[in-house]
């Protein structure tokens, strides 16, 4: 496997390692903020938190189960409109079940949090620190959602696939991932079964996404997901079956309860009779 940029810097120990070492093994934070920005998506990050709010708080009452209650409100919508496209005759107002709004607010929330860090452990050889004591978000729905850190040299110097997955594991999933899948189900009364198939499903399309923008990444982004996805906290979510390419989870999104929308590729319930949306 090709060395990953930044081979030669050192390993650091993470946000509490010595900050004069840190600051010369840091990417650019302006730098870094453009090249993940460049990748669109749920690849952006910015320098400055203004306009955010810690992670912390985002997980909190009240902003949480509002940001549940937007994301409900503009599933709604969305059935809405394709109600209003298919011609149909207009019906009942479509009803959301408040876990498919709690699920995509996860989603989404993960979805970038992967993103940010595998895109800058393989660009950039550098994992930032996505702990929630730093972590900064938006306060309410919004897209894109904005990510930004209290502290843009904190993290840790990385080089091939064990130190990557090493540094994803403790800075990323041990902490605000974590973080977000125990606030969604608590606050959202939603199966922790959910947000572990969701978190998993989320990184290897995460990875499936930066592959896309860049294929010259295949081969690393495959070994540090599957590296990821052997920890325990992740192997309840899903497995690539006998070494396969096809991801398949252990817990439904629930994306399926929405209007006009069926299983995903990766659903557990897709099976004979139960085929995935062609269209997803």
């Known amino acids: 496997m090709l060395p990953l940029p930044g081979a030669d810097r050192p390993l650091l120990r993470g946000p509490r390692g010595a900050r004069r070492d840190r600051r010369l093994t840091a990417p650019d934070p ?15 990050w910015q320098v400055s938190t203004d306009g955010l709010v810690p992670l912390g708080r985002a997980l909190a009452e009240p902003l949480l189960p509002a940001r549940f209650d937007a994301v409900r409100e503009a599933l709604a919508n969305v059935g809405r409109a394709s109600d209003g496209a298919s011609g149909d005759a207009p019906g009942a107002d479509p009803v959301v079940d408040p876990r498919v709004a709690v699920s995509a607010v996860q989603v989404g929330l993960v979805s970038r949090l992967w993103s940010v860090g595998l895109a800058s452990a393989l660009l950039h050889g550098w994992v930032p ?28 110097s990385v080089s091939g696939p064990v130190e990557t997955v ?22 959202g009364r939603t199966s922790a079964r959910v947000m572990v198939s969701n978190t998993a499903s989320a990184l290897v399309n995460s990875g ?21 996805l052997a920890d325990r906290r992740l192997a309840g979510g899903g497995s690539f079956p006998d070494g396969g390419s096809q991801f398949r989870r252990r817990g439904c999104c629930l994306y399926y309860r929405l209007p006009g929308h069926g299983l995903c590729p990766d659903c557990v319930l897709v099976g004979p009779g139960r085929p995935a949306d062609e269209h997803h």
Do not use: K, N
Request: hydrophobic share 45%; net charge positive; with cysteine.
């Open 129 to 156: 620190d996505l702990s929630t004591s730093l972590l900064h978000v938006s306060a309410g729905h919004r897209s894109p959602v904005p990510l930004a850190s209290a502290d843009p040299l904190a993290g840790r």
């Open 208 to 228: 499936r996404m930066l592959v896309r923008r860049r294929p010259d990444l295949e081969a690393q982004v495959d070994a540090v997901v599957r590296g990821l």
């Open 30 to 44: 302006v730098g870094l903020a453009r090249s993940l920005d460049a990748l669109q998506g749920f690849f952006g």
């Open 166 to 187: 090493g540094a994803l594991r403790d800075l990323i999933l041990a902490g605000s991932v974590h973080d977000v899948d125990r606030a969604c189900a608590r606050l």
